[in-house]
């Protein structure tokens, strides 16, 4: 009876350690992913100091945006933003869009689409891809895909810009690094709103 009792013993105290061994590993592995965010973060914000166009900002934003392998994105995606007069989303920086995509949502307006609609509830939407098939807008444009809209507020809350991105089907959203994706948008709408002021675009 003793010799069962050690046996179920050691066998608990395994399971124990491999619990504690598999939690210090998520701890490590979240460390290092927040880590690398942070350093991708510092490198967007180095753009606040060049004096380029709104356009080849955004751009080189982007480029780092899609390329950060933590977030697991596709190599392709767009940031808009608010035009002035006709109060409609511009599409201003792009990477490896579709002709298709890039003519057909070369501007946003609020409430329509799935960019449309984070744009005017103030929300990011992740949507996969039978949830892109339901909006008429967007349905024809996206196989095999799912995509970000993340809308970006001024400290007004007002929506100044838009940032789409794309996912293979199989992505999943992880609400851990949501914090990236709204740094990543307050950040963006000091850049726009300083352009809205003093630049055409």
């Not at 491999?18 to 592995?29: G, K």
């Amino acid at each position: 009876m003793n010799n069962l009792m050690d046996i179920v013993g050691n066998d608990s105290r395994e399971e124990n350690l491999q619990a504690i061994i598999d939690r210090q590993r998520l701890s490590i592995e979240q460390l290092e992913r927040d880590y690398m965010l942070q350093g991708a973060l510092i490198a967007v914000m180095k753009f606040g100091f060049e004096r380029l166009s709104i356009k080849v900002r955004l751009q080189q934003i982007l480029e780092i945006i899609v390329s950060i392998p933590v977030l697991d994105l596709l190599m392709k995606g767009g940031i808009y933003v608010l035009e002035k007069n006709s109060g409609e989303l511009r599409l201003t920086a792009n990477t490896n869009l579709s002709q298709n995509i890039v003519s057909s949502c070369a501007k946003i307006t609020f409430g329509q689409g799935l960019c449309g609609l984070a744009a005017i509830n103030r929300k990011t939407i992740f949507a996969k891809e039978d949830d892109i098939k339901k909006h008429l807008i967007c349905k024809n444009m996206y196989d095999n895909i799912n995509h970000y809209s993340i809308p970006i507020m001024n400290n007004n809350r007002m929506v100044v810009g838009l940032i789409s991105l794309y996912a293979n089907s199989s992505h999943i959203y992880n609400n851990e690094i949501e914090w990236f994706y709204q740094s990543l948008a307050s950040y963006l709408s000091k850049i726009i709103d300083n352009y809205r002021e003093n630049e055409l675009y």
